[in-house]
């Protein structure tokens, strides 16, 4: 694994848990926040906290934001401070700035100025739980961009029989990927290969189509 050079502003519950995850996880991460109690509470769980004015730009330039590979604006309820950060790491230079919006308009508005990818955790989370909740054999989503997202899922009694019978791709346009069962995974299964109920599937598809997948599932 690469290590990455991070930069997280804003230290919020959010933010935080970005910062020392990141950290946990091998990554090099400085965490800036303006609020002296929230640099202190991470100051030994990263490489680097400082307090930091996310809003200047000659403060942000002084850290050099532009030489991290990812800079995350995690600015909770300060919409206007999260823009002005945001367009501060842009225009400094970084090469890929995830921000952080509370609703849609902020949403709009950052993708407008060159956030190269908006998250609504609350949102998106809550969506994630829904999906889970309405439909418990899908175990977990992972989102590629575009309309494109892999997920996996608990086969049961309607994803009985071989990968040809079952005719996945031509049912609903999916593809299976990998079939796990007992802890063994079969990683680009064959037509003949058999499911089984509680096998593991990992699938890729359109939303649309995992959508129809789900709805077949759950019905």
Known sequence: M?????????LGRFGTA????????GHEVVAIDQNEENVERV?????HAAIVDATEERALRSIGV?????????????????ILATMNA????????????????????????????VIRPEHDMGVRLARQ?????????????????????????RLRGTLRDLNLTGRFGVQVIAVS?????EVTPRAEDELRP??????????????????????
């Open 2 to 10: 690469k290590t990455k050079q991070c930069l997280v502003i804003g």
């Open 18 to 25: 970005v910062a020392t995850t990141l950290y946990e996880m």
């Open 43 to 47: 100051m030994n769980r990263v490489t």
């Open 66 to 82: 532009g030489e991290f590979d990812v800079v995350v604006v995690a600015i909770g309820t300060d919409v206007q401070a999260n």
């Open 90 to 117: 842009k225009s400094l230079g970084a090469p890929y700035v995830v921000t952080k919006a509370i609703d849609e308009m902020a949403r709009r508005v950052l993708e407008r100025i060159g956030a190269d990818l």
């Open 133 to 157: 909740i309405a439909t418990p054999n899908i175990v977990d989503t992972l989102d590629l961009g575009g309309d494109y997202a892999i997920v996996e899922i608990e086969a049961n009694e």
């Open 181 to 185: 069962r007992g802890g063994r995974v």
């Open 198 to 219: 509680h096998d593991k599937l990992v699938v890729i598809g359109t939303g649309h189509s995992l959508d129809e997948l789900r709805r077949y599932l759950g019905g």
